[in-house]
Structures are given as structure tokens and as C-alpha cells.
């Protein structure tokens, strides 16, 4: 049987100013990039849709082998103690959710992968907190964020010390893609930084002291004819296969 991965969805509200379809209903939806992802990665992808129903949450992730908890909008900054200066988008319900997702895959001790909102969830769910907006925050950061309709944004990061990627890049250095204007700042309980862009922005986090607690600030899912990317992919579904690894 192949390991079945959660997939978070992300939640166009009823009046989303964005579609011109399907007016007054919430959309639950994902890029089918995820789903590709996890299908060449050896898993069976489940979407998740967001409830507000910790027991139903709870009850969702019994029935997993690994969770994805992805990309989208900003966080609510009253989640990390802020008021909202830069951040564009929130949905508290879609914060809500993901953020008990997080617990309760903790709590289980199951495989977990943030991507890029996904990794800030992650850190704000452990206590950490961001960036609001990597620009102003940061004195000559480098271009992170990209239109729907550009071409990749892609730049360097480094590792900072023995993780999660070391087998799997196979080198200290290596590009990436990146579409966000946030990252993390202060991480959260238990969060080790493993991998920075050359303008410090972190790039990758790992929680050493469970089974397998990892988030990258990129997008492996849309570098699918990268291999070490995919081989990503590969390494998480063996994890929520039962598979041993770094």
C-alpha cells in the first residue's frame, strides 16, 4: 500500500474579489503541482479541506501516513503577537486550521513537510514569529517574491550544518525557487535553521527531537524536472512509509 499523504488545502472565502465563478461559496482548493508531487513521490494524496473541528482534525489525521502543509496567504499576525503592518491576504480560519493540523501531526509523531506558508505556520505554531515583509525588514535582501504569471525567481541557499538535506542535495549549496515576502524571524520550540539564502532569510528548518518535523521556504513541487527536488518528495514519502533516514 502506498503511504497516504494529507495535503492542506487552501480556502477561497464567499466573496473572494478574485473569481468570477461560484460567487458566495468558500472554494477548498490546491495546485495540482501538490498532487503531482506527492503521485512521483510514491504517496496517494489526500486533499484536506479546512474544518474548524479539532476533533475532526484529530480524527483526520489518524488516517494519515504524512502531512503537507502548504503555500498561500499570510498569517494573521496576532497569531505571533504583532499587529498587521505588511500582511496581506490573512484567513484566520485557513490559520486556524493548519496551525491544529501541526499539533495534532505532533502529537502522532507523523511526517511532517511545510512548504512555504507552510514552513511559517510550522514556525508560529512551535511559538516563533516573522517577518512581515522581507523587504523593509531586511537591508539588501534578495528578490523572493514572483507574479503568477513570471518565470521562477530562483537563487542560492546554503546549508548551515548537518540535516535533513545533506543526503539528499549532496552539497552545501544549491538553488531554489521562491515566491514569498515573509519568513521566519525568531524560530519556534525546537526549530533548528538548516538552511539560509545569502541575504539570511531562512530556508529550511528541522525538529531534531521527533520523528520527522521538516519546512523548506521554497517550492519543490514546481521544480519537478529537478531531480535532487524531486528526490525531496522521494525522502518524505518514505519517511511516512516507515523508511529510516537522516
Given at each position: ?94 490559520d486556524d486550521f ?30 516563533g514569529t516573522l ?116
Amino acid at each position: 500500500m502506498k503511504p497516504i499523504i494529507g495535503i492542506s488545502a487552501n480556502i477561497s472565502p464567499p466573496d473572494d474579489p478574485k473569481r468570477s465563478f461560484s460567487k458566495g461559496v468558500a472554494l477548498h482548493h490546491i495546485q495540482g503541482s501538490y498532487i503531482r508531487f506527492v503521485v512521483s513521490s510514491g504517496g496517494t494524496p489526500i486533499l484536506l479541506p479546512v474544518i474548524g473541528d479539532p476533533n475532526g482534525i484529530r480524527s483526520v489525521i489518524d488516517r494519515l501516513d504524512g502531512l503537507i502543509v502548504t503555500g498561500g496567504v499570510d498569517l494573521d499576525p496576532r497569531l505571533y503577537g504583532e499587529e498587521n503592518t505588511h500582511s496581506l491576504g490573512v484567513n484566520r480560519e485557513r490559520d486556524d486550521f493548519e496551525i491544529e493540523l501541526i499539533n495534532a501531526a505532533r502529537s502522532r509523531q507523523l511526517p511532517l513537510l511545510c512548504i512555504c506558508r507552510g514552513i511559517q505556520v510550522l514556525n508560529v505554531a512551535l511559538g516563533g514569529t516573522l517577518y512581515q515583509d522581507i523587504p523593509t525588514a531586511i537591508k539588501g535582501a534578495l528578490k523572493h517574491t514572483r507574479k503568477p504569471e513570471d518565470p521562477e525567481t530562483m537563487h542560492m541557499t546554503r546549508l548551515t550544518g548537518r540535516s535533513f538535506l545533506n543526503d539528499i542535495f549532496d552539497r552545501e549549496e544549491f538553488e531554489v525557487n521562491s515566491s514569498h515576502h515573509q519568513s521566519v524571524r525568531v524560530p519556534g520550540r525546537g526549530l533548528e535553521v538548516v538552511s539560509r539564502a545569502p541575504d539570511g532569510v531562512v530556508e529550511a528548518v528541522q525538529c531534531r527531537d521527533d520523528r520527522c518535523t521538516v519546512g523548506v521556504q521554497w517550492h519543490p513541487e514546481r521544480l519537478h524536472d529537478d531531480r535532487k527536488q524531486v528526490g525531496l518528495g522521494k525522502w518524505f514519502v518514505k519517511r511516512a512509509a516507515g523508511g529510516d533516514s537522516d
